[in-house]
Structure formats: structure tokens, C-alpha cells
């Protein structure tokens, strides 16, 4: 219905400024870290979605935790919760398997 589009949009939007703010963010500690996994491990699908897309985010952004990030994002394709499965084996296969460097990283990992 109309209601669950508007959800859907700000859901989004919620999702958007968290990774834009983490992309910015000149330090990012492991309390944060450990914050995403916790939206990712134990969080309802909006949250997981949120918690994967923190994930990439980190990947792209943060030298520093993207071989934490990527080894945990790999992890996750392989979970027994679908609601994690499906959407982080999206993430590998369409958003970070075009990045040729994290290509030869996910390649050498999986």
C-alpha cells in the first residue's frame, strides 16, 4: 500500500545518511564495527539491509577495515538466514565484484 512505501523510501533515506556519514567519518573505532554487525546479525531486514550497506560502505571507504569488513560481508553470503543470504550475496555479485581490486580480494578469500 501507500503506507509501506513511505517506509520503504525513508528507510532508504535512513540508510543513505549512515553511510554517508560513515564515508565521511575521518576515524571509524570498533564500537561502530561491532554496532554494524549487530544490525546485520540481529536486526529486522530493514536493519540487515542497513548493516550490509555500513558494510560496503566501510569496504570502499576505510583501508583500515576493509579486510575486517569483507571477510564478515563474505561470511554472510553463506549464512543460514536467508534474510542476510540473499542480500549480501547481491552485494558481492553486483556492487563489489565490479570494483577490480576487491575482485582480486573477494576471489582470493572465497
Do not use: N
Not at 535512513?14 to 567519518?25: D, N, S
Not at 577495515?65 to 552485494?91: F, H, M, N, Q
Amino acid at each position: 500500500g501507500v503506507g509501506s512505501g513511505k517506509k520503504e523510501s525513508e528507510a532508504v533515506a535512513e540508510t543513505r545518511l549512515v553511510t554517508k556519514l560513515l564515508a565521511e567519518a575521518p576515524f571509524v573505532g570498533d564500537e561502530c564495527l561491532q554496532r554494524v554487525r549487530v544490525l546485520c546479525e540481529q536486526g529486522d531486514q530493514r536493519q540487515k539491509q542497513m548493516g550490509l550497506a555500513c558494510l560496503r560502505t566501510l569496504i570502499l571507504h576505510h583501508d583500515c577495515w576493509k579486510g575486517v569488513c569483507l571477510e564478515r560481508l563474505l561470511g554472510y553470503t553463506v549464512s543460514e538466514d536467508e534474510a542476510l543470504r540473499g542480500p549480501a550475496i547481491r552485494l558481492v555479485c553486483g556492487k563489489l565484484l565490479e570494483i577490480a581490486v576487491l575482485s582480486e580480494e573477494i576471489e582470493s578469500k572465497a
